[in-house]
């Protein structure tokens, strides 16, 4: 908060809009009238029966129907034979647990095939090795705590310093939270929307410890100049990370699949680590994503070992100690089901889809422009005419639940399955509504997403987008 929002008569004003906007996020995530909430736990143990038809009950009622593919991202393959043998594989390790890899040999065997799978993918040398986490961003935190860990004991760095792109995922963010590190948001090319090399290279120093791009990133869905980034990092001998989270079972193929991409993988001699989410484009269960080393030496540096615990020996390779065998069999039967020529045929089509969305905003929409060239599975777009945020807000009201990106002011779709069949109605649709809001002209922006990133992207208002945010946390765990 400023100086200016602590007066007595501003703060007061301020936590009045903000009390107004939270309980409106409240109202539309706690549906108490229409809602019974389970507080304690029942006198007697309900019967299977009671118990499946709450689950039906608390299937009921939903705004948001992914099933209809006007979501971006979320739920990224929903094929009934997919879906049945990750089932399958659920109920027959429902109690396994990789802490234990005595007791579920099976867990840690097909653990060790899905990093090695995963591997192949992208190219790994012979010696490169790596973990399975719960998450692209466990596998992101680990990535830069591997990099403190190994600058700090090989150089002695105690200010470690990680430069990435502006468009880098927030769980780099969340990194420098946690392990004390200073992320510098690196500037764009601003016709490419990579990272500015030339950035890059100015802003190395003794404490860089981390550089890293992606593939794509999120918000454009842009491949960064990894080849650019490799050389700077081989030549000042500091690690590159690539995250490839979102580009997952995608990016991969591309080549394969006839889309001309330059190398971003291992191939590229500087990428010393690669993260990819297995229950992004892989279709695996979620809560499963690999992260990658060049080699075992880096990887031992984001494991954590106690040799003087009085329970005993204690290490363990991520963040978690008990982790849910069942989620990881899922990921390798979902591998398994679905093949490389699966995954090419996804991949072909899912790129496909979203090259024709592109050209059609760039030859049937004049209003819109789409930010950058993205060759995979996600297309942003942005207008210099309407507010985009608007535009948002009426693709909602049309049943689409696209992803609001601001810095600059943009949406996006990231494409799935399910979305294949819809994507011509998408187009339509974006062209119902741009031509509604040209003719009703360009007044002030009024719907809620318009609010909210006014909110957060005004000066006057520093620090209340936190605390919204932060409400809309608290809501989470409400009854």
């Not at 490389?340 to 905003?361: N, P, T």
């Not at 649709?429 to 741009?434: H, M, N, P, Q, S």
């Amino acid at each position: 908060m400023t100086r200016f929002q602590r007066l007595p008569f501003v703060k007061a004003k301020i936590d009045t809009e903000v009390n107004k906007v939270l309980a409106k996020v409240e109202k539309s995530l706690i549906k108490r009238e229409t809602t019974t909430f389970q507080t304690k736990l029942p006198e007697r143990g309900w019967s299977n029966a009671e118990i499946i038809k709450a689950l039906d009950e608390n299937t009921e009622g939903r705004e948001t129907k992914w099933e209809d593919g006007k979501v971006s991202g979320a739920v990224y393959n929903a094929e009934q034979d997919i879906l049945d043998v990750q089932v399958q594989a659920y109920k027959k390790y429902a109690v396994a647990n990789q802490l234990h890899p005595d007791v579920f040999p099976g867990v840690r065997k097909m653990e060790s095939e899905v990093v090695e799978m995963v591997l192949n993918l992208y190219n790994a040398p012979e010696s490169a090795c790596g973990t399975t986490t719960s998450g692209g961003t466990e596998s992101l935190l680990l990535t830069c705590l591997a990099a403190r860990e190994k600058a700090y004991k090989e150089r002695g760095i105690t200010e470690p310093e990680i430069l990435a792109p502006t468009t880098i995922h927030a769980a780099f963010d969340k990194a420098a939270y946690y392990f004390k590190m200073k992320l510098i948001h690196v500037p764009l090319d601003p016709k490419t929307y990579q990272v500015d090399l030339n950035a890059v290279k100015k802003l190395i120093n003794k404490n860089t410890v981390l550089i890293a791009g992606s593939a794509p990133n999120f918000p454009h869905g842009i491949i960064d100049d990894i080849q650019g980034l490799s050389k700077l990092a081989l030549k000042h001998n500091i690690p590159l990370h690539v995250d490839a989270c979102l580009g997952s079972f995608i990016v991969p193929f591309l080549e394969e699949a006839g889309v001309n991409v330059p190398p971003f993988d291992f191939r590229v001699p500087g990428v010393t680590s690669i993260s990819c989410d297995t229950h992004k484009y892989g279709f695996a269960p979620k809560g499963s994503s690999i992260i990658m080393y060049r080699n075992n030496a880096l990887r031992n540096y984001q494991y954590f070992v106690d040799p003087k615990w009085t329970g005993g020996l204690y290490a363990s390779p991520t963040l978690a100690g008990s982790r849910p065998g069942a989620l990881m069999v899922g990921c390798w039967a979902s591998l398994m089901a679905i093949g490389h020529a699966g995954y090419l045929k996804s991949c072909k089509e899912i790129v496909g889809a979203g090259a024709r969305l592109k050209k059609a905003i760039i030859e049937e929409i004049p209003a819109l422009y789409v930010i950058g060239d993205p060759k995979g599975s996600v297309v942003s777009f942005s207008s210099d005419i309407i507010n985009i945020y608007d535009l948002s807000d009426n693709l909602t009201k049309k049943g689409w639940h696209l992803s609001a990106l601001q810095h600059p002011a943009a949406i996006h779709i990231a494409i799935t399955r399910l979305s294949l069949p819809v994507i011509d109605q998408l187009v339509a649709d974006l062209k119902t509504v741009t031509a509604d809001l040209l003719k009703n002209g360009h007044g002030p922006a009024s719907g809620d997403t318009a609010a909210l990133y006014g909110v957060a992207g005004s000066i006057q208002t520093v620090g209340v987008a936190d605390r919204i945010a932060a409400g809309f946390l608290d809501c989470l765990y409400k009854v």
